[in-house]
Nanobody, 121 residues
Framework: QVQLVESGGGLVQDGGSLRLSCAAS????????MGWYRQAPGKQRELVAVITSGGSANYEDTVKGRFTISNDNAKNTVYLQMNSLKPEDTAVYYC???????????????WGQGTQVTVSS
């Protein structure tokens, strides 16, 4: 199977920075893309940023210019550098990977367990 392990969440003040990491391990043939989602209390989970294995990235509008997603294909790892954090960025952040476990296999989604990011005002 496949496991995604996130790290790097925590408590930070308004305007501060955090860096999240997510490492995928297990039976992985190829990764199509990896991304970060977040879910605040009482709200639906939303896309924050996604990056393909080729390095093409997309961002949710409210984080453009503040967050940067990057990846290390050799380590099956994705990062999210979050700068100029705001209280409204407070949420549980989840990592998602779309990958194939073997050649010719189906593209499947896997999620991490989530990491809490809290921004105090």
């Amino acid at each position: 199977q496949v496991q995604l392990v996130e790290s790097g969440g925590g408590l930070v003040q308004d305007g501060g920075s955090l860096r999240l990491s997510c490492a995928a391990s297990g039976r992985i043939f190829s990764i199509n893309d990896m991304g970060w989602y977040r879910q605040a209390p009482g709200k639906q989970r939303e896309l924050v940023a996604v990056i393909t294995s080729g390095g093409s990235a997309n961002y949710e509008d409210t984080v453009k210019g503040r967050f940067t997603i990057s990846n290390d294909n050799a380590k099956n790892t994705v990062y999210l550098q979050m700068n100029s954090l705001k209280p409204e960025d407070t949420a549980v952040y989840y990592c998602k990977a779309r990958l194939k476990m073997w050649y010719g296999g189906t593209l499947r989604e896997y999620w991490g367990q989530g990491t809490q990011v809290t921004v105090s005002s």
